[in-house]
Every structure is written in C-alpha cells, then in structure tokens.
T-cell receptor, first 109, second 113 residues
C-alpha cells in the first residue's frame, strides 16, 4: 500500500529558529492536509493544500503533487509550536485517508 | 458552532466489555470517519461513511462496528473490548465530493484492562 514518510522524525529548536518539515508519498494522493497535534492531543488543521503554496502567519506550506511531496515551513518558532506535525492525504479513487507517522517538534525557550 | 463532538473523553473498560464511542457533527457533512492513534504513531482509518446508511471499512476495521442512521451521528462500537484496542480514537467529518479539509473531534482516550 501507499507509504507516507515524514522527516525529520524528531526536531529540537531554539525559540526564534526556522524549520522545514517534509512529507513524501509513495504514490499520488489528493486532499493533502497538514495538522498540528498539540500537547493536549487535539488535532489542529493547519493547511488544506492539495497543490501550490499557502501561508498563514509564521507558517507556510508547499505541495508539489507531481513529485508527491509537501513541505511545511515554520518561521520564528515559538514554544507554543511544540507538538507533533502530521501530513495526511486521500487515496485517489477512494474515500480513505492515510497519515504519516509525524514529526515531533520541541521548541526550547 | 460545535463542529465535531466526541463523547466520552476518557473511558476505562475491562476485557470483554462492550462500548459505544459517540461522534456527532453539526456541519451537515456527508463524510465521517473514525481513526485510532497508537503511541508514537499517526492515525489509522478504522471505518468511514459517505452518508446515512452507507459505511465501509478502512485500514484497521477488525473488532469495530459502525452504523450511520443520520447525517449527524456516527457511533463506533466495540463489541468485546481487547487490550489491543487501547488507543486514542478520533472522529472526523468533511463535505463529500468537494475539496475541503477534514475536521477532527478532540478524541476519546480508551484504556482496556
């Protein structure tokens, strides 16, 4: 089946640093989303980005659907950015979604 | 606007007990789904529904039943709980057939002893 690889698996940053998280799919997907799971376990929708680039404050995301990857950029990181970041995509021709295993981010004050 | 509401938030069961996890959404979304998240892992799809009366299996359906009698509600049933079903369960919804994101509930943390 389709595989979703996220890198890096773990990341520690000093407050104010920038970072790039990557999501690779082994096959084409649609409806790609990025989520932040906060320390309380809630899944927060960051971006719905099947293709192209979007920005929301300090966060931005780019999906290159033809090359089956997506990037999440975090600039000027804050301690509140800590948590786990997941990407997820829909399997084309189905109603099924598949999640990556996540990038665990810790931002130090 | 409540969005996706899951109840209960926490539950402890004994092996062999039955349990229904509730999920309700007030956004009139056709598509609803259940996921489980095990420690250190991403979410895996258990079952999904594309409308009232229509359900289908996801990646890990064994041990779980679902039904969809209304657009708003999509309960997940464990008929005979097993320790391997200890997990955090998330419900999600989105409009069907449109390029829209999924919206998630806050999760139910379930422990099977």
């Amino acid at each position: 089946g389709i595989q979703v690889e996220q890198s890096p698996p773990d990341l520690i940053l000093q407050e104010g640093a920038n970072s790039t998280l990557r999501c690779n799919f082994s096959d084409s997907v649609n409806n790609l989303q990025w989520f932040h799971q906060n320390p309380w376990g809630q899944l927060i929708n960051l971006f719905y980005i099947p293709s192209g680039t979007k920005q929301n404050g300090r966060l931005s995301a780019t999906t290159v659907a033809t090359e089956r990857y997506s990037l999440l950029y975090i600039s000027s990181s804050q301690t509140t950015d800590s948590g786990v970041y997941f990407c997820a995509g829909g399997l084309i021709g189905t109603y099924k979604y598949i999640f990556g295993t996540g990038t665990r981010l810790k931002v130090l004050a | 606007n409540a969005g996706v509401t899951q109840t209960p938030k926490f539950q402890v069961l004994k092996t062999g007990q039955s349990m229904t996890l509730q999920c309700a959404q007030d956004m009139n979304h056709e598509y609803m789904s259940w996921y489980r998240q095990d420690p250190g892992m991403g979410l895996r799809l258990i079952h999904y529904s594309v409308g009232a009366g229509i359900t289908d299996q996801g990646e890990v359906p064994n041990g779980y039943n679902v039904s969809r009698s209304t657009t708003e509600d999509f309960p997940l049933r464990l008929l005979s709980a097993a320790p391997s079903q200890t997990s955090v369960y998330f419900c999600a919804s989105r409009p069907q057939g449109s390029n829209q994101p999924q919206h998630f509930g806050d999760g139910t943390r379930l422990s099977i002893l």
